[in-house]
Each structure stands twice: as structure tokens, then as C-alpha cells.
């Protein structure tokens, strides 16, 4: 069965860069436009491993995180959040709310690829 | 595939420009609300990830200075003051600039770039600016991570057996970190060997289920670099006890040292983890069960018994702006098309049914006069898809104003009105170049030095008023300023130097105002690379014209300028009369049209050898025989007797002679562009209920192909002229 991704970011180019990288490598790619779309899809999306963005509308990605972790939708789904490379403190922040990882923008394919490898065990 | 991803990017970037200009309007309006700098915020920000994305370096440099400044504004560290507002303005400005050099390939002003950048870091705090990664300081027992060099250096291909402790500290449960999947993605980089340490897990009763007891004792035999393995366990550091040791690894002292350390502190394991593979301790790849394990099956129920609030909480939490659908552009020219065929179809039924000669046609012409208004409620239900306000094209206009005031050292505002406007999606963008022209004269010709407007007792700051309205079916642009207005006398006599009129010729005032759309006519006394470039409001005016506009400016003296686009309200559909000539049925855009009329011939007067002019109410106008125009002839019965009174943009009169009008309808346009090359004299063609071809006239052209109309302009200013 194929790993499934929830990516939530607000910025279309990232989705579509995710879309292809991850559709290409074989995972089944679900995505959501800002924060709150992606908690209220979770349940049905059901997925093995979220992507979000941090700097969202309506719930950010720390948001995100916290209502993941916190309301008990999903405790231990890993999530990984995509920040830039200047944010150790973003990096901290999210890991302190619950993150399982971090990709930073811009990845490349390896990169992400590797990242859902370290959370999911899966290549694909 | 990157290409379309990328073209995405860059479509999204003129959004978020967008997105970013508006907000910087609002704040340049006073409102310096948290939403509106968060907006911001985030939309420099998807620029930076994209840009980021696709190595468009500048573009990212830029993006973030930009972001850092006003990350300090919307964490109140900064507040919003006149200067740098204005500083903003021209950043946002430069980030445009920036996009579309990255688009197009073209070229940045470095020194602008450079200026802008200084200028925005004067905001940022020392420490901020400091771009570096720094790895999170938790000073764990892994001090040596490099985590920035995944892709690095290249490998050593010689093998290296790496003995790697990793005891997780409770914390890492919590993050949905799995030992399992770090095995897993270890395992990729070679030969791996798991032992599970479970000494320290106590005795049933004992366990706390929060507590992490577990540790594993590692081997990896790999060719890949020490920074590889380290980053496998990246997302866990700081949440556990991680010791990596390579055998040969004498390039760095500090890891020699910590493998002497590592050998001395836990000798048993790695004597188990050297021992043959297969052997007792060994245990590749059992999933490990990690202490909180137990709890995620009720959190999975819950899961199931939450998902129907969420879902119903969807529809609440939805604010903002309306729901949008984005559809592909061909798809709804599809559309268009269908609807145009449609009202094709139905003046082909209407004609059908007139041919059938049936007695009693009115319940059939109700049910058809219902098809027709549908037909034309779909029709402009379609448009309506294809039209977009005005608003992201005025708003580029602003900066268009700015820059220019910049470069003239004038000061200009902007101020727009009917923003909401909206507009056929192609008449914007094909609006865009001579919006810019215009403007870029308004300011650099039309609005004064800030000295002599005082001195004209005028505002320092120029206006420049940019407004958009529906106005009887066509969309009406207007641009007004108020500078010094045309001057009259140097137009006039620039003219007459370029032999564009006679040196001798009376003009109205209205007349000289429109010599500047002449072609070949500059007012600029320097070609300026401001407003000029080496073209002239001819330019202008043959794209306005090219959409089917008008195009008209009227000046006061010292009072400024206006320039009046008409456009229509589509390019697909439009009212046309129906005439034939020579046999031929075609259409004339009724815009065009003054009025109609039947000649008779003591009304036709001639001019010189084969020119003719038509006396209407004691005004002679210059006759253009269409037949003749285009190249057709008339059998000996034919004639032409009808006459259809055009004017052109310049306010020359024009009686276009056909054989005879049929009627006025709708009628679709359909492009010759491809299917044949440019005729003079036609602007299009169409498809009339009778399922004929007819070619849609461009009285501009014909008029100004034609050597009686020509003849007769020069007489007629002529003799103004004495």
C-alpha cells in the first residue's frame, strides 16, 4: 500500500513541487491549502505522515501541530514542517510543540525523499 | 515537468505581488493592522520558499531581507513610519522587478538592488542578519553533526563500519519519532547490524509507561560519508543519547577521541555488535515496541469519533474571501466558442424558419426570441468568467508612478477609482504597455516640477487620477492629471517640422490635442527612456485600437490632461451591421458607425480625377467605396447607394459606400490570424445565420487606404488654412 502525505502549505508552487516529487517517488499525495483545511482533512485523509508549512492563514503550522497532537486525532503521526534555512529557533518552537522533523525550503527530491525515510520507514 | 512548476511559481508570484502591493496600499492608507502585515509577511515569504526552490538566488536574497524587516514589524519591534513605508513601497517595487528578471531572463539594476538591500538591513537587528544555519545548540553527546552537508562532499568510496549507541530519552515518543524507520533509512546507507539493549527495561510492575528504557547498539558498514549517517539521526537530536564511532575515522581528533571514549565506556556492546551476523544478539529489523506504544489504539478510536466534527466544523471555519474555482484558460475559451456558435445557430434557425414561408411563424418566434436571450444570458454569463477587475492592473500602474516620479525627480500620486471594474482578462493584459505609456508621459510630460507647480499655485505633489467604468456596454479607462496640459503651440509646431501638417493649417484645439497620436510624433525635445524609447502615443493608440477601443484626449491649459480609453466589453461577440457589396456580405462594428443614409446622385459632388464627396446638410464628406477598397467589382446592375457615415479616432469624417445594409445583430468574432495573413481593410470575420463567411470591415484602415479620403484631408486643411 502506498504511503500517504498530507502536505499543507499555502503557497501553490511548494504543493506543486511536493506533488510532483512525491507523486513521481510513488507516495499517494493528499494536500491542503492553509492550516485549518488540513486539520479538518486529517481524519479523512488518514495519513501515514504530514507536511506543513509554518507561516500559514487561518491556523499555522505550529496550529497544526498542536491540534494534531493535542485534541488526540493523532498523537503519533509524524509531522514535518518546512522552514527556512535561517530558523533554528522555528526548528526548536516546532519541536516543542510536537513536530517529528523538518524539511528545509528549498529541498530537493533526495532530501525530501530522505526525510519521509526517517519518519516513515518508507521510500514510497 | 519543473518547467510547468516553475511557471506556476511565477503565476502564484504575481498573486502574492499582488497580495503584497494591496496591503502595502492599505498601510500606505493608514492601516496598520496585524492581519494586513501578517498578509504581507507570509506573501514575501512564499516568494522566498518558491524562489528558494528553484536557485533564483537574488530573488531570495531579496525576499528575505524584505521578510526579516517586516517580521521585526509584526513582532512590534518596528514600528511603521513615513520613511519606511516609502522604503517598502520600493522594496515591493524591486521584488517585481526581481520576478520578472527571474521570468524573462532580463536584467536588475544592482545598485538599486544594492541600495534597497542596505537600506532595509539599516531595519534589521545584528543578530538577525546573520544568514547562517546555526545546528540547534543542545550540546548533546553529539557535538560533530554537519548538518548542512548532506549533499556535500564527495564520498570516500572506501567502506567504514560505523558503531553507532543510540538510547532515546523519553521525549522522542513525543515527537512521533520511530527507532524502527531510523534503522530503516540507516540500512539504505549499507550493511546494518541492530542489537536491542534492554537492560535497563525493570521488571513488568515496575515499568512506567512514559518512561523510555530502551537502547540499541548499532553497526553500519558504509561507503557513504560520516555526515550521511549523522543525518539520519538529525530530527533526534537533543531527545537521545547518541554516540557514532568510525573505525578509521582519524580525519578529525575530536572523533577519535570520542571513539576512545566510547570504547572504553561500553565495551560489551560493542563486542556484541562485532559479533558474526546471525549469531544470538543480533536481531536485524524486529520492529521495536517502544514504552508509549499502547496508548495509540484508543487515540485511533478517538480519531474516528472526532472525524465527524471536523467535518462540520469545515463549513463554519471557512471565512474570508469567496470560494474560488481555477480552471484552465482553454477551457473556457472553449466555452466562449461553443457560446459563439450557439448565437450562429441561432440567427441560422431564425433564418430557416423565415424560409420555411409559413403563415403563422409567432409561436416559434416567441420560443426563438426566448433561445436568444438565453443564448445571450450564457454569453455573458461566459464573459463574466473571463472578466477580471481592473484592480492587480491599477495596482501596477502605482508602481509604474512611482518609479517614473523617481526618475523624473517629480512627486505623483496615484489615485485610482473603480478598481472593481471588470474587464475581459485579454483586454487587461494586452491593456497593460499602453497604461504604462500614458502614464509614464503623464508624469514625465504632463505633471510639472514640484517649483513651478508652486508657482502655479498648485500642490507640490502631482495627481494623477486612473478610473475605470462600465459605460453603456463598453468599459470606459480614464487617465487625468493635473499638470500643465497639452501645449498647444509646441505641439503645433513640432507638427508642422515633421511635415505632419501644413505649415499653414488651422487646427481646433481638439485637432491638435490628437496630433499626438500621430505617428512619428514625439514631444519629448530628448528622446527621455522614461516615456519615450523612440515610440509615440502611436503606439498607443494602435493597441487600443487593436482591442477595438477608442482612444481620445482632451487638455486644458494649466489645468492637465485626459486621456479616454473605450474599450469594448468583449473581443469575442459584438454588434455589427450586416451590408453587402458587390455581392459580398460583410459586417461593420456599429461603434464605428455615425449614421446611415441613402444617396441619390445630386448629393455625390466630385474631387479631382476619381474622388467624390458626399454633401450631407451642407458638409461635404469624402466617399470611400468599400468595393473598390477591397478590390471587388461590380456587375454593370449593381451600384453603390448606401452610405454609412464613419469617424475615425482623429474626428475625420468618412461615408463608407456599400450596396445595401440588411440588418444589425450580434454577430462572433472569429480571428483570421493563422488562417490567413493580414487584409487590408478587415479586421475579422464571422459566421452568419446563413452559415456564410463574412468578413467583419476595419473602417480605420479603409479610410486611411483610401486616396479621396486622404486627398480631401489635406484640401480640407488647406483650406482652414486660408
Known sequence: MKTKVLAIDDSRTIRNLLAATLEEAGFEYHCAVDGREGVDMYPDVDPDVVITDIN???????????????????????????????????????RGAGATGWITKPFDDASLIFALKRVTGAAA | MSGSIQDTFFEEC???????????????????????????????????????????????????????????????????????????LRSSDQLSALVEAARDGGEIDEAHNDTLLAALDEYIPEEEEDLTFEPMGLGGPAPMMDLGDLGGAPAEPQEETYRIRFQPLKEMYGTGNEPFFLFQALKDLGELTVTMDENELPG????????????????????????????????????????????????AEANALAALDAMFAAPPAADAAAAPEGEAPAAPFEPPVPAPEPEAKPAAAEEKASAPKAESGKQEQRGGPKPTLRVELERVDRLINAVGE?????????????????????????????????????????????AQPVKPLFQRMARIVREASAATGKTCKLVTEGENTEVDKTVIERLSDPLTHILRNAV?????KPDDREAAGKSKIGEIRLSASHRSGSVCIEIKDDGAGVNRPRVKQIAIEKGLIPENAELTDSEIDNLLFAPG?????????????????????????GLGGRINISSSPGKGSTFTIILPLTLAVMDGMVVSVADQTMVVPITSIVETMRGSDDMINSLG????????????????????????????DQQAG??????????????????????????????????????????????LGDGKIAMILDPESIIAASPTAAAFDTERRMSNAS
Open chain 2, 342 to 386: 450557439l448565437i450562429i445557430n441561432h440567427s441560422m434557425l431564425a433564418q430557416q424558419i423565415a424560409n420555411l414561408n409559413v403563415s403563422d411563424t409567432r409561436d416559434v418566434e416567441t420560443e426563438l426570441e426566448g433561445f436568444k436571450n438565453l443564448a445571450r444570458d450564457i454569453q455573458e454569463g461566459v464573459m463574466a468568467i473571463r
Open chain 2, 14 to 88: 504575481e498573486e502574492l505581488l499582488e497580495a503584497t502591493d494591496e496591503g502595502l496600499t492599505a498601510i500606505e492608507g493608514g492601516d496598520h493592522d496585524s492581519e494586513v502585515v501578517n498578509a504581507i509577511f507570509r506573501a514575501v515569504h512564499s516568494i522566498k520558499g518558491g524562489a528558494g526552490a528553484f536557485g533564483l538566488d537574488d530573488l531570495v536574497a531579496f525576499a528575505h531581507r524584505f521578510e526579516t524587516v517586516f517580521d521585526e514589524v509584526r513582532s512590534n519591534r518596528l514600528e511603521l513610519d513615513e520613511k519606511l513605508i516609502q522604503l517598502l
Open chain 2, 521 to 545: 510624433f514625439s514631444t519629448a525635445k530628448e528622446i527621455s527612456n522614461l516615456s519615450g524609447r523612440g515610440v509615440g502615443m502611436d503606439v498607443v493608440k494602435n493597441a487600443v485600437t
Open chain 1, 56 to 94: 500559514m492563514p487561518n491556523l499555522d503550522g505550529f496550529g497544526v501541530i498542536e491540534e494534531l497532537r493535542g485534541t488526540g486525532i493523532n498523537s503519533k503521526v509524524p509531522i514535518l514542517v518546512l522552514t527556512t534555512e535561517s530558523a533554528p529557533e522555528l526548528k526548536a518552537r516546532a
Open chain 2, 642 to 687: 448606401v452610405y454609412l457615415l464613419v469617424e475615425t479616432e482623429t474626428g475625420q469624417r468618412c461615408a463608407l459606400a456599400v450596396d445595401d445594409i440588411h440588418d444589425q445583430r450580434q454577430v462572433v468574432i472569429k480571428s483570421l490570424d493563422g488562417v490567413c495573413g493580414e487584409i487590408p481593410g478587415v479586421a475579422a470575420a464571422t459566421i
Open chain 2, 444 to 448: 514625465d510630460h504632463g505633471v510639472e
Open chain 2, 609 to 636: 480625377a476619381d474622388g467624390t464627396l458626399l454633401s450631407i446638410r451642407g458638409n461635404f464628406v469624402p466617399i470611400c467605396d468599400v468595393a473598390g477598397g477591397l478590390g471587388l467589382y461590380r456587375e454593370s
Open chain 2, 204 to 251: 513488568f510492575d515496575a515499568m512506567d509507561m512514559s518512561e523510555a528504557y530502551l537502547a540499541w547498539d548499532l553497526v553500519l558498514v558504509t561507503k557513504e560519508t560520516r555526515s550521511k549517517v549523522e543525518a539520519v539521526f538529525e530530527f533526534v537530536e537533543g531527545l537521545c543519547e547518541l554516540s557514532i564511532n568510525g573505525d578509521g575515522d582519524a580525519e
